[in-house]
């Protein structure tokens, strides 16, 4: 499976901003859906997941209300919805695919495949 992220880019603080990320080589709905993310200087974290048909998600607390992971299995792609964006969000975003756990999970040791990643710039 390849992914592919996009929509990353410069956004004052409070604005919003959309990542996209297509999957190609395999069965979409097969796959639970992750969004990760690294800011400089640290190390990668949980930002959402959704299970494999799109029924169960779950946010890091950081994002809880802020974001949301949408699927359109469809299309193959999956969505992070970024509002209230804070200087805190700056990383780079990367999308996963795990045939592990349906629901997804918040362990990234546990995804198989990993897009090239999408930075986000918040500036206060």
């Known amino acids: 499976v390849q992914l592919q992220a996009c929509g990353g880019g410069l956004v004052q603080a409070g604005g919003s901003l959309r990542l996209s990320c297509a999957a190609s080589g395999g069965t979409f709905s097969n796959y639970a859906m992750g969004w990760f993310r690294q800011a400089p200087g640290k190390e990668r974290e949980f930002v959402a997941s959704i299970s494999w048909r799109g029924y169960s998600t779950y946010y890091a607390d950081s994002v809880k209300g802020r974001f949301t992971i949408s699927r359109d299995n469809a299309k193959n792609t999956v969505s992070l919805q970024m509002n209230s964006l804070k200087s805190e969000d700056t990383a780079v975003y990367y999308c996963?695919?795990?045939?592990?756990?349906?629901?997804?999970?918040?362990?990234?040791?546990?995804?198989?495949?990993w897009g090239q990643g999408t930075l986000v710039t918040v500036s206060s």
């Open positions: 996963a695919a795990t045939s592990k756990f349906n629901s997804g999970t918040r362990d990234g040791r546990l995804y198989d495949y």
